[in-house]
C-alpha cells in the first residue's frame, strides 16, 4: 500500500506527505479536542457541550465562565499537555532504545521524579510549588544517571532498557524508605501524588508545560528524519550522513525533559507513554518512530482517561492515573501475548 | 605474472611486492581514499598500528586476511565508523572527520553487516532511504530522488519486488535490497562489509556479479571484505592481504597470489593453478594427509 505522496514546487522544494500518517493525526486531533470539550462539560455541575464552546468563544454567562476558564479549562490543558509530553517521550524513548519497553515508565524517570517530590514531602514539608520542582529536579537526575550508567561510546538499545530498569528498582526501594518515615497526612498527600492526578490543577501548571512544549516539540520534530534513519542500526544510519550519537544525545534530552515535567504537572500517569506509540503505530501503520501521530495519541488517551475516571467514579474520586494504569497495564498483557505468538519473545 | 596488470591502472596501483607496504608512507596525490598511518584500537585493544592504505580509484579491492586481522576495522576506519586513534583516513585529501557527514556520505557509501530493517517497511521505502544524504528539510522527496530510487531497483533487479515488505524477502533479496539502498546514495565509493556473508553459493556469485557490475559499467570504485579467497581472487582487480593488522601483499590478484603467501597469510598448504573459467588464481588447499606430514616434518626439524 502505498500512501507516501510528494508534494514539489516549482522552485525545486518537495515535502513528503504520509497520507495515512496524516489522516491519523487529523481525526486523533479531532478526537482530543472534542473530548476536551464533553470534559470540560463534566463535573457537579453539568455543562452541555454547546454551551461550552459558547463559554469558550466568550459567550457565556458568568457562572459558566468561572468554572470553565478558571477551574475546568486549565485541568482540561494539563491533560493535553501531559498526555502529548508522555506520548512524544515515549515514542522517543522506544525509537531511541529500538525497544516497545523502552518507555519512561519501564525505565524509572517516573519513580526518579516520585523520589523528588516525596523527598520534598516527607522530608521538607513542601509547598505544592517546592514539590513540582522537587519531581523535575528527580527526573532529570534519574535520566542523567541512566545516560552516564549506559553510556558506552555510545548509548544502545538493550543496555539503556536494562540499565533502566535497575536504577528503577533503587529508586523505588528508596521511595518505600522514605514512605516509612513519613506522618499518616504526609503518606496520603504522597500517595495520592504517586497515583498521577489532574484534580486542582490550575493555569500555573498549564504554563511551565505549555512553554516547554513549544520549544521541545520543534526540535524534536525537526530531528525526526535522523532518528528515522536511525531504525536502521547505527552504521547504516551512519553512513547515510546522520550525526547517530549528537541526534541521539539531544533526543533523549528532550524526552526525559517533557517526562519530568509532565510528572511535575501530574504526578507519574502511567502507561501513556507506552501505549501512545504502538497504538499510534498501529494506526499508521507505517515504520518510523511515529513522532506527530503518538503525540497526538497521548493527548487523546489522557483526556479520554480523565473523562472516563470522572464518569463513572465521579469527580475527583479516582485519580486519572489509575485508569491509565489499568487501561495501559490489560494493553501491555495483549501486547505481550501478541508478540509471542508472533514469535518475537 | 606481471604481464595480466591492467593496463588501465594508474602508477600507484601498481603491485607492490616487497612485502612491507605497511612502512610505506607516501601520501596520497591522485587516489580518493586513502589511510595514512592509521592506528586503530578498540578501547585499549590495538588492531592496527601505523597501517597506511590506498585504495586505487576505479579499482574493484577487495581485503581478505584471516579471522581477527583486521580487515573489517580497517573498512569501519575508511568509512569513518572508527576513529583512529593515530593517524588520519583522507577523503579527497581531506580529513574524513573534519568533513560534513552528508557531504562524505555523498561520495562514500557503506553497507555494513549489522543492519536493520524496520518492521513493516517496504522494499520502495527502504530503498528510498538512501537518498537522505541529499534531502533536506524542505526538500524531502525531489523527482530526481524519485528516478535514483527505481533505477537503483532496477540495477540490482528489485524493482518488482518494490511494494513487498523487507521481512518476507529471501537472505538473497534482502541483500540486494540493501545494496540497492547504498547505490541510491549515488556515491562514487562504495565499501561493502562482507556483503556474502549467510548467503548460499548461488547468490553468493549473484551479489558479485552485481559488485563487478557496478564496477565496469559505472565505474564505482569498491572496496569489499571478503572471507573466499577464491571469490576475492576471481572479482578484485586489487587485492589487499592483512594479517596481524599488517599488509602482507597487495596488487593484482594474479600477481601476488601465491602458495607462500597463502601459507604466510592464513598459514594453510595449498596449491594456486589457474582457475579453469577465469584464467584468475584458484587455492586449492593441500590435502590433509599431506598438510599433517608436512607438520610432522617442520617438527622433527626443529
Not at chain 1, 520549544?215 to 531504525?231: H, S
Not at chain 1, 504502538?278 to 495519541?297: E, F, K, W, Y
Not at chain 2, 585504495?55 to 580497517?74: E, H, Q
Not at chain 2, 582487480?237 to 602458495?259: F, M, N, Q, R, W
Request: with cysteine; hydrophobic share 45%.
Amino acid at each position: 500500500m502505498k500512501t507516501n505522496r510528494a508534494i514539489r514546487t516549482l522552485g525545486g522544494l518537495s515535502v513528503r506527505l504520509d497520507v495515512r500518517a496524516a489522516t491519523v493525526v487529523a481525526l486523533l486531533l479531532a478526537a482530543a479536542l472534542a473530548a476536551s470539550v464533553v470534559l470540560i462539560g463534566t463535573g457537579d455541575f453539568p455543562i452541555p457541550a454547546g454551551d461550552v464552546l459558547k463559554t469558550l468563544m466568550g459567550n457565556g454567562n458568568a457562572g459558566q465562565e468561572f468554572i470553565v476558564n478558571e477551574l475546568r479549562l486549565p485541568r482540561v490543558c494539563v491533560a493535553l499537555l501531559v498526555g502529548a509530553a508522555l506520548g512524544l517521550s515515549g515514542a522517543l524513548f522506544q525509537a531511541i532504545s529500538r525497544n516497545p519497553l523502552g518507555s519512561p515508565d519501564v525505565l524509572g524517570l517516573g519513580q526518579g521524579a516520585t523520589a523528588g517530590a516525596l523527598t520534598m514531602i516527607v522530608l521538607f514539608s513542601g509547598s505544592s510549588a517546592q514539590i513540582t520542582v522537587g519531581a523535575l529536579v528527580g527526573g532529570l537526575a534519574t535520566g542523567l544517571a541512566i545516560y552516564l550508567l549506559a553510556w558506552k561510546q555510545g548509548v544502545h538499545g538493550y543496555r539503556l532498557v536494562l540499565v533502566g530498569i535497575g536504577v528503577s528498582a533503587v529508586v523505588t526501594a528508596g521511595n518505600g524508605y522514605l514512605l516509612t518515615r513519613s506522618t499518616l497526612t504526609e503518606a496520603t498527600q504522597a500517595v495520592v501524588w504517586m497515583t498521577g492526578s489532574l484534580s486542582g490543577r490550575d493555569w500555573a501548571q498549564v504554563w511551565p508545560l505549555l512553554w516547554l512544549c513549544a520549544v521541545l516539540v520543534p526540535l524534536v520534530l525537526a530531528n525526526g528524519r535522523g532518528l528515522r534513519m536511525m531504525e536502521m542500526g547505527d552504521d547504516v544510519s551512519n553512513a547515510l550522513g546522520v550525526r547517530v550519537e549528537r541526534v541521539r544525545m539531544l533526543l533523549l534530552v528532550a524526552a526525559v525533559l517533557l517526562t519530568a515535567t509532565a510528572t511535575a504537572a501530574a504526578g507519574p500517569i502511567s502507561f501513556v507513554a507506552l501505549t501512545a506509540p504502538q497504538l499510534a503505530r498501529r494506526l499508521t501503520r507505517s515504520p518510523g518512530p511515529n513522532l506527530l501521530p503518538s503525540l497526538v495519541m497521548g493527548a487523546a488517551l489522557m483526556v479520554v482517561a480523565d473523562w472516563i475516571s470522572q464518569k463513572v467514579f465521579g469527580a475527583d474520586q479516582l485519580p486519572v492515573g489509575v485508569v491509565t494504569g489499568v487501561l495501559g497495564g490489560v494493553y501491555l498483557l495483549w501486547l505481550l501475548v501478541t508478540e509471542r505468538k508472533a514469535g518475537r519473545i | 605474472m606481471r604481464a595480466s596488470t591492467k593496463p588501465d591502472m594508474s602508477a600507484s596501483t601498481k603491485p607492490d611486492m616487497s612485502g612491507s607496504a605497511n612502512k610505506n608512507t607516501r601520501r596520497s596525490t591522485v587516489n580518493r581514499l586513502s589511510a595514512d598511518n592509521v592506528t586503530l584500537a578498540y578501547d585499549q585493544r590495538v588492531i592496527a598500528e601505523q597501517l597506511s592504505v590506498e585504495i586505487p580509484d576505479n579499482s574493484f579491492t577487495v581485503i581478505v586476511g584471516p579471522n581477527a586481522c583486521g580487515k573489517s576495522t580497517l573498512l569501519r576506519a575508511l568509512s569513518r565508523m572508527l576513529k583512529p586513534t593515530q593517524g588520519q583516513v583522507l577523503l579527497d585529501g581531506k580529513v574524513i572527520q573534519s568533513m560534513a557527514p552528508k557531504k562524505v556520505a555523498r561520495t562514500l557509501g557503506l553497507l555494513p553487516q549489522s543492519s536493520i530493517a524496520p518492521d513493516g517497511i517496504t522494499v520502495g521505502d527502504l530503498v528510498g532511504r538512501g537518498r537522505y544524504p541529499h534531502q533536506g528539510i524542505l526538500r524531502q522527496w525531489s523527482t530526481e530522488d524519485e528516478r535514483v530510487v527505481q533505477e537503483s531497483m532496477t540495477q540490482t533487479g528489485v524493482a518488482e519486488l518494490a511494494e513487498r515488505y523487507v521481512d518476507e524477502l529471501s537472505g538473497g533479496q534482502r541483500q540486494r535490497v540493501w545494496i540497492a539502498m547504498a547505490l541510491a546514495q549515488q556515491t562514487p565509493l562504495l565499501l561493502l562489509d562482507e556483503p556474502t556473508t549467510y548467503l548460499d553459493i548461488q547468490h553468493q556469485i549473484d551479489v558479485l556479479d552485481l559488485c563487478a557490475e557496478l564496477h565496469e559499467e559505472q565505474g564505482r570504485t569498491l572496496v569489499a571484505v571478503l572471507h573466499d579467497l577464491n571469490h576475492a581472487a576471481r572479482y578484485a582487480t586489487h587485492l589487499i592481504a592483512l594479517k596481524e593488522g599488517k599488509i602482507i601483499a597487495e596488487g593484482a590478484p594474479s600477481d601476488i597470489v601465491t602458495a607462500e603467501l597463502v601459507e604466510e597469510v592464513f598459514g594453510l598448504r595449498c596449491q594456486v593453478i589457474d582457475d579453469p573459467e577465469t584464467g584468475t588464481p584458484l587455492v586449492v588447499p593441500a590435502a590433509r594427509k599431506a598438510r599433517t606430514e608436512a607438520k610432522v616434518a617442520a617438527t622433527e626439524a626443529s
